[in-house]
T-cell receptor, first 109, second 114 residues
């Protein structure tokens, strides 16, 4: 079966670090994407991992372990504008994304 | 370079009417994907198209829903005889090559069935 799990909600204070975990069991796995979605808006691309290891992009980093079916997104130096839903998605060889339900991150002052 | 354009942004239909949602992919993108998002839920894959071809429609309901991506013009998602349960946000995304390239999403069409 196809399954992508991530926590429903996480709360952190401004300036802190938050790590969003994602586990997946999908057929034809070809890589792992992270997207950010603000309420009422389109998802926007954050990061992509196809090989094991860490990808760093400014304040955001993403990690993948294919053998464990596990990824995380790390958000550093949190800002109020980072309050959003973060979507973990696996991709297949056609580029089709299968999304988890999303993790709502709430950043408090 | 314009992004993925979807219209209309909001669409209200009465039960039994037809809904047509349009999507123009980014310039140079020939792969189009449609997703549906219910309130407080994740994005659910519906259909993947390339020009004039449906590649994967495994997420499409068997009845009332159809999609096309003609040689000229936008991709169209068509819902016939809409019911209240069709109320959702419908997002279109495009990519240049399909595999290994990020999907770029449009702002979505919010369909409300009254």
């Amino acid at each position: 079966g196809q399954n992508i799990d991530q926590p429903t909600e996480m709360t952190a204070t401004e300036g802190a670090i938050v790590q969003i975990n994602c586990t997946y069991q999908t057929s034809g796995f070809n890589g792992l994407f992270w997207y950010q979605q603000h309420a009422g808006e389109a998802p926007t691309f954050l990061s992509y991992n196809v090989l094991d290891g860490l990808e760093e992009k400014g304040r955001f980093s993403s990690f993948l372990s294919r053998s464990k079916g596990y990824s995380y997104l790390l958000l550093k130096e949190l800002q109020m504008k980072d309050s959003a839903s973060y979507l973990c998605a696996s991709t297949d060889s056609w580029g089709k994304l299968q999304f988890g339900a999303g993790t709502q991150v709430v950043v408090t002052p | 370079n314009a992004g993925v354009m979807q219209n209309p942004r909001h669409l209200v239909r009465r039960r039994g009417q037809e809904a047509r949602l349009r999507c123009s992919p980014m310039k140079g993108h020939s792969h189009v994907y449609w997703y549906r998002q219910l309130p407080e839920e994740g994005l659910k894959f519906m259909v993947y198209l390339q020009k004039e071809n449906i590649i994967d429609e495994s997420g499409m309901p068997k009845e009332r829903f159809s999609a096309e991506f003609p040689k000229e013009g936008p991709s169209i998602l068509r819902i016939q005889q809409v019911v209240r349960g069709d109320s959702a946000a419908y997002f279109c995304a495009s990519s240049r090559t399909g595999a290994n390239s990020p999907l770029h999403f449009g702002n979505g069409t919010r369909l409300t069935v009254t």
